[in-house]
């Protein structure tokens, strides 16, 4: 029972985290006033890395955000300061992470 537990959680953090040779993650990241991703925003139920970037495509980064919120933007708004507050579990998937309070967590897209 507890293998099949391993293998069922490795599962769903195969489907549910950012697994694209396309994008970087560049960490987490302190939140800044009127958003440091600007373009395009949503509340995602459920919500992981893997989400955020369906909910973003087309953009050159995105971010996850308090549990459930997910950021998308061409274009960093600066300052940039990391942070060590990305500790909220994604929304529907207790085993990811997605950013915290005032803290996102930004991945962007490599460009081919």
């Known amino acids: 029972m507890t293998m099949l537990v391993i293998l069922l959680s ?7 985290s950012v697994h ?6 560049l960490g987490c990241m302190t939140e800044i006033p009127g958003r ?4 395009k925003a949503g509340v995602l139920k459920p919500n992981s890395p893997w989400h955020c970037q369906q909910f ?3 953009y050159t980064y995105f971010g996850v955000e308090y549990g ?11 300052p940039v300061t990391p942070s060590t507050k990305c500790t909220m ?11 915290g309070p005032n803290a996102i967590d930004v991945y962007q897209k ?3």
């Open 110 to 112: 490599i460009l081919q």
């Open 56 to 58: 973003c495509k087309g």
């Open 20 to 25: 694209s040779a396309n994008y970087i993650q």
């Open 36 to 39: 440091f991703l600007r373009a």
């Open 89 to 99: 579990a994604c929304e529907g998937n207790s085993l990811l992470v997605c950013g």
């Open 10 to 16: 490795c599962f769903t953090l195969l489907l549910s």
């Open 68 to 78: 459930n919120q997910c950021f998308c933007g061409n274009q960093l708004i600066f």
